[in-house]
């Protein structure tokens, strides 16, 4: 496994390179030095292209690779329009502050401005970054950060999120958007899929195979199959587990491809709300009163009795429908955070969020 560090841009007599380069190598045998020698007078450094004029000064404007190709987020695209100015604000901030010399700035910004205007990007666009530029630059900072709340971050819906915006900022609450229906969302899938038994970190519904209307939900960090076989037997510290009770009074049983994978969530105290929740809407029968770790605020209640039942609690799931319970089939609760708004279901429940 490899890691890189920092480019180093170093002054160097030309005799003295090669013996210097096999130095530094020798130093560790598992820390290895690449070097790039200038070319035509030029050396690329990070985004800088770092010419060497005749008279030995330098002379620095912006590196693009060969396989550069223009290509920005197009203006056209479900996307914050905040996060598109930003690309001509950031484009437009390295025109003015990487090249060295005026030419080479003006060379530039004519280059941007070109590039924009084929990935869509309207006259009245760049105006608006720039204006947008000179009102951050003369509003002070704000230092009464102990009398606001800290900020949320919602999916963006256009017409939707600026509205709910515009409720948030008449409490000093600031939101943030996150695009999450993107191209890369849907097709880039580096890592194989887990498969369902090995889950972990989720909050799940148990249905016996039997015609039984009995359920119950739960929550756990375990691997699901660890849990489920957990609840298979009795234990032999503490009280035995509802499940395992209901399976030994009933003679029933129960497969884990049956068992329903409603919410993934890592952090420990996030996943006991969204089992309380899955527990609220669904009520099911094998929970004992009280045994939830979190206890939800009487304020959810009215949002809470609103929503329908998601598990048909005299059925199964067969083979189209365990796609979705490897997934989601429940609310689609979602704390106020990016990870978990990544994964976000225009789903009733998905419009509660927590300003932690």
Not at 96 to 113: A, D, L, N, Q, R
Not at 203 to 219: K, R
Not at 238 to 260: I, Y
Request: net charge positive; hydrophobic share 30%.
């Amino acid at each position: 496994m490899g890691s890189h560090v920092d480019n180093t841009w170093v002054k160097i007599k030309t005799q003295e390179v090669e013996s210097f380069t096999a130095h530094i190598n020798a130093v560790d045998k598992n820390i290895k030095f690449t070097r790039e020698d200038t070319k035509d007078n030029c050396l690329p450094f990070l985004d800088c292209a770092v010419h060497i004029e005749e008279n030995g000064n330098l002379n620095i404007e912006v590196y693009r690779k060969p396989t550069h190709t223009d290509q920005y987020l197009l203006f056209d695209s479900h996307h914050p329009l905040e996060h598109k100015l930003g690309v001509i604000r950031t484009l437009h901030h390295r025109a003015e502050h990487v090249p060295s010399k005026p030419e080479g700035k003006k060379k530039e910004h004519t280059h941007v401005k070109e590039a924009l205007k084929t990935c869509g990007y309207p006259n009245w666009a760049f105006i608006k970054s720039a204006k947008s530029h000179r009102k951050e630059d003369q509003t002070p900072a704000r230092e009464d950060k102990k009398d606001r709340c800290n900020n949320i971050v919602i999916p963006y819906v256009a017409g939707v999120s600026e509205k709910l915006r515009r409720v948030f900022s008449k409490h000093d609450i600031p939101v943030y958007f996150r695009p999450s229906n993107t191209l890369r969302h849907k097709l880039v899938h580096p890592k194989d899929k887990t498969p369902k038994h090995r889950l972990n970190n989720v909050v799940y519904a148990v249905q016996c195979s039997e015609e039984c209307p009995d359920l119950y939900i739960g929550e756990t960090k375990q691997p699901l199959h660890k849990r489920m076989a957990q609840h298979r037997r009795a234990t032999s510290t503490g009280q035995d587990s509802a499940v395992h009770l209901h399976l030994k009074d009933k003679g029933h049983s129960f497969e884990d491809a049956n068992v329903h994978i409603l919410d993934r969530e890592d952090r420990w105290f996030e996943r006991g709300v969204k089992e309380a929740i899955y527990v609220h809407c669904e009520r099911p029968s094998l929970n004992r009163g009280g045994c939830l770790r979190h206890q939800l605020s009487a304020i959810y209640n009215p949002v809470l009795r609103s929503l329908p039942r998601r598990l048909n609690t005299h059925s199964h799931p067969g083979p189209s429908d365990l796609r979705k319970s490897h997934d989601r089939v429940g609310p689609g609760f979602t704390m106020s955070s990016p990870e978990t708004l990544a994964d976000w279901d225009p789903h009733p429940l998905s419009h509660l969020g927590s300003c932690d």
